[in-house]
T-cell receptor
C-alpha cells in the first residue's frame, strides 16, 4: 500500500458525460500528479499540482481539468467523454515535487466510456 | 523531448532464474533520474528501484539491481532468483532533475515467471 488513495476504483459512464476522479496523497506529500494509462498511448503524464498550484502540464486535453484543494486532495474532471477516454487513471504523490523526490502511485481509477 | 524505449515486449523465465530487462533512453539532459516500476495484475504501480544519473554506482534493492550505462543511455534491470510474484509488467521511466517533474515511461515489458 503506497498510502495514496483514489476513488472510485471503477467508473462506467456514457459518451458525452462528465466524471470526477478523486485522489488523496500520502500524508505529508505536497505534490500530486495525474497519469493516464491506455492501450494505445501507454502511460502518459497529464498534470502536476504542488501545494494547490498547477506546476506542470503534459498531454492533457482541454476537456480535462484538475485542481488541488487546501487539504491537498486533488480532483481530475473529465467532460464530454469519448470512447477513447476509456483508460486507467493514476494519481501519484511526492513530498515536494522536485526531481529528488520519488513518486508513489495510487491504485488507479478504471474509467470505461460506453 | 525525452523518450524511453523498452525493446522486449514480453519475456518468460523459470522460477529461480535470473532475468535482465532492457531499457534505453534519449535525452540531452545531464542530470536526471531513472526508475523501474512494476505493475502486477492488480494494476498497482510499484516502485522497484531508482537511479540518480550523477551516481556511478549501480542501485540495488535486494534481488533487483540495475546496470546503468550513462554514455550509452542504457538502464537495464536484473532480477535474481526470480519468484512467481515477480510476474508483472515492468516499466522503465525517466525524469529530469529540473523543470516539469513528469515521469516519461517506456512501453513496458511483460515478464512471466513460470513454476
Amino acid at each position: 500500500d503506497s498510502g495514496v488513495t483514489q476513488t472510485p476504483k471503477h467508473l462506467i459512464t456514457a459518451t458525452g458525460q462528465r466524471v470526477t476522479l478523486r485522489c488523496s496523497p500520502r500524508s505529508g506529500d505536497l505534490s500530486v500528479y495525474w497519469y493516464q494509462q491506455s492501450l494505445d498511448q501507454g502511460l502518459q503524464f497529464l498534470i502536476q499540482y504542488y501545494n494547490g498550484e498547477e506546476r506542470a502540464k503534459g498531454n492533457i486535453l482541454e476537456r480535462f481539468s484538475a485542481q488541488q484543494f487546501p487539504d491537498l486532495h486533488s480532483e481530475l474532471n473529465l467532460s464530454s467523454l469519448e470512447l477513447g477516454d476509456s483508460a486507467l487513471y493514476f494519481c501519484a504523490s511526492s513530498v515536494e515535487g522536485r526531481g529528488t523526490d520519488t513518486q508513489y502511485f495510487g491504485p488507479g481509477t478504471r474509467l470505461t466510456v460506453l | 523531448a525525452q523518450t524511453v524505449t523498452q525493446s522486449q515486449p514480453e519475456m518468460s523465465v523459470q522460477e529461480a532464474e535470473t532475468v535482465t530487462l532492457s531499457c534505453t533512453y534519449d535525452t540531452s539532459e545531464n542530470n536526471y533520474y531513472l526508475f523501474w516500476y512494476k505493475q502486477p495484475p492488480s494494476r498497482q504501480m510499484i516502485l522497484v528501484i531508482r537511479q540518480e544519473a550523477y551516481k556511478q554506482q549501480n542501485a540495488t534493492e535486494n534481488r533487483f539491481s540495475v546496470n546503468f550505462q550513462k554514455a550509452a543511455k542504457s538502464f537495464s534491470l536484473k532480477i535474481s532468483d526470480s519468484q512467481l510474484g515477480d510476474t508483472a509488467m515492468y516499466f522503465c521511466a525517466f525524469m529530469k532533475q529540473w523543470g516539469a517533474q513528469k515521469l516519461v515511461f517506456g512501453q513496458g515489458t511483460r515478464l512471466t515467471i513460470n513454476p
